[in-house]
């Protein structure tokens, strides 16, 4: 069975719940979406150099000009990624001609597992136009920090290949200047989102 049909598998047992969301991470007990409008908000975010699923090296610099939506993940997560992922997808439908406006970037915490080519299948899965990004766990360990997302195995005595992350789940708009404009929640409709980010457009 190959990585895609999990995906689709995983999306629809998560339909199939209507609406019950099986939160499987813990978050910290001060975690909150990042305040808007503060003197904190507008240090959030930053320069960053990934590796693209394409492999081929990307900065943040490459993608100047778009609004962005940044999410935090992994690809063996088993409900909160591909749902959060699925809403993107259908926010980039919604927006229509808009969407060329929108570039969405799904950035892994867990670089071991997740290669350019296991990050190619897995974006491929929601949306051509998910860019998928990894690096080195400096370069990852780095990208969280500025932009203050939380991650860390959730058994940190797990083997190399069967474990799972924690990690906090929110969806991340970026103006064209890099600016930080708001944090969505993943469990947020479509229709939701798109409001929030029409408001910038």
């Known amino acids: 069975m190959t990585r895609r049909t999990l995906i689709l598998l995983a999306l629809m047992a998560v339909a199939g719940l209507a609406g019950l969301w099986l939160v499987v991470l813990r978050l910290p007990a001060d975690s909150q979406p990042p305040a808007v409008n503060t003197a904190s908000a507008i240090q959030l975010g930053g320069a960053f150099t990934l590796v693209a699923h394409t492999s081929e090296t990307v900065r943040d610099t490459d993608f100047q000009g778009k609004y962005l939506l940044i999410f935090f993940g992994y690809t063996f997560c088993p409900d909160i990624c591909p749902t959060a992922l699925q809403e993107v997808a259908f926010t980039l439908d919604a927006l229509g001609g808009d969407a060329a406006k929108i570039q969405p970037l799904f950035i892994t915490i867990d670089p071991q597992r997740d290669t350019p080519e296991v990050l190619a299948e897995y974006v491929?899965?929601?949306?051509?136009?998910?860019?998928?990004?990894?690096?080195?766990?400096?370069?990852?360990?780095?990208?969280?920090?500025?932009?203050?997302?939380?991650?860390?195995?959730?058994?940190?005595?797990?083997?190399?290949?069967?474990?799972?992350?924690?990690?906090s789940a929110f969806i991340y708009l970026m103006g064209p200047d890099g600016r930080f404009l708001n944090a969505l929640s993943f469990r947020e409709p479509a229709t939701e989102i798109v409001k929030a980010i029409r408001k910038y457009l």
């Open 124 to 167: 491929a899965a929601f949306n051509p136009r998910i860019v998928g990004l990894t690096g080195t766990p400096e370069q990852i360990a780095s990208v969280t920090k500025a932009y203050r997302a939380y991650y860390a195995k959730s058994d940190p005595a797990a083997g190399d290949t069967d474990y799972l992350m924690d990690h």
